[in-house]
């Protein structure tokens, strides 16, 4: 395992982040206790020290493991959750970016993780409703009084992101210093605006769904069925075709479809740090292997034009041989950038 400064600052991260969303079996599919510690003891005796969970995940239980399974080695371990989603169903302040729900959430986070901080607290979702500045303010108070190192934002428009960052660097606070997005083969529409935002921004990037919900570790190929929701959203004839792709690939490296579809991510050339999960160990020891290998340029080249996605507007307007010849009079093969 290899390791990565988080976005701009000089924490350091492995280059996989351990996602415990998997963790409890209270949603119906996850691991129980015994299985979600194997799968754990597998990734940290790799190396991995980066670990994310949430206030909602497995309705607290994957926050209440992961604070046991680190108890030992606190200080080693880089510790990130997550606050915005519900804890309490039917009550208006029990969730949201407000401020009120940040430090109740905050507060039991702690309680269940059984830590005095959280190394990095992530905005889990935007809720359209709460003021930029309420946000700001509230993160930069968590990391002032210590329960908070760093901060970050997932599943946020990219002009939110960027302004907040603006804001915050203007009047001194906390900065978002991590953005976490879907992104894999299957979802590369992050790549009009969040990405380029992230690498313009120096924020790092901790892709979830890197596999698609194992859509490209080639299972639906097999005949496998899946979630009736995982299997709508995953399942149609460019995703049949990309999946087959990297299952290709695979067989002709000699490595797994999951180590393929992982490497992709990672070597795309920004700071990328994917989240990987599962409920079975063996899935995570397949994960790790990813960090071991090295994808040839003509398997990136044919795995990039399998899943290119329409840019939309203004992109693919701006990359039109006729705008580029009146923005540029006709110079631009002749600028070195």
Do not use: C
């Not at 940290?44 to 994310?52: H, K, P, R, V, Y």
């Amino acid at each position: 395992m290899k390791y990565k400064l988080l976005g701009n600052s000089g924490l350091r991260v492995s280059e996989l982040a351990l996602g415990t969303m998997t963790f409890g079996t209270e949603w119906g599919w996850g691991a129980d206790k015994d299985e979600s510690r194997k799968i754990f003891d597998a990734y940290a005796g790799a190396g991995g020290n980066f670990i994310d969970t949430a206030n909602r995940y497995t309705e607290g239980t994957s926050e209440k493991f992961v604070g046991e399974f680190i108890r030992k080695e606190r200080d080693h371990f880089v510790l990130a959750t997550k606050y915005t989603l519900f804890d309490k169903m039917g009550d208006v302040n029990y969730s949201g970016n407000h401020r009120k729900n940040m430090m109740r959430s905050v507060e039991q986070s702690l309680k269940r993780l059984n830590t005095d901080y959280i190394d990095l607290l992530w905005v889990h979702a935007w809720d359209f409703l709460t003021p930029v500045e309420e946000v700001l303010r509230g993160l930069d108070d968590l990391v002032r009084s210590g329960k908070v190192h760093y901060i970050g934002v997932s599943d946020t428009p990219a002009w939110i992101v960027s302004r907040a960052n603006t804001i915050a660097e203007f009047r001194g606070w906390s900065s978002f210093v991590g953005l976490q997005v879907e992104y894999s083969l299957l979802q590369r529409t992050p790549e009009r605006d969040l990405i380029p935002m992230a690498k313009e921004m120096g924020l790092a990037l901790t892709p979830w769904a890197p596999l698609a919900g194992g859509a490209l570790t080639g299972k639906y190929l097999k005949g496998h069925t899946g979630r009736i929701a995982e299997a709508s959203a995953r399942r149609n004839q460019r995703s049949t075709a990309i999946a087959a792709e990297v299952v290709t690939i695979a067989e002709e490296m000699g490595v797994t479809p999951a180590q393929v579809a992982l490497k992709w991510v990672m070597q795309k050339g920004f700071n990328s740090i994917p989240i990987v999960g599962g409920r079975r160990v063996e899935q995570i020891i397949d994960s790790l292997g990813a960090t071991s290998l090295t994808l040839p340029d003509h398997a990136i080249a044919a795995l990039d034009k399998i899943s290119t996605t329409d840019m939309g507007f203004p992109h693919d307007f701006l990359e039109s041989e006729e705008v580029k010849k009146v923005v540029y009079g006709g110079t631009k093969g002749t600028i070195i950038v």
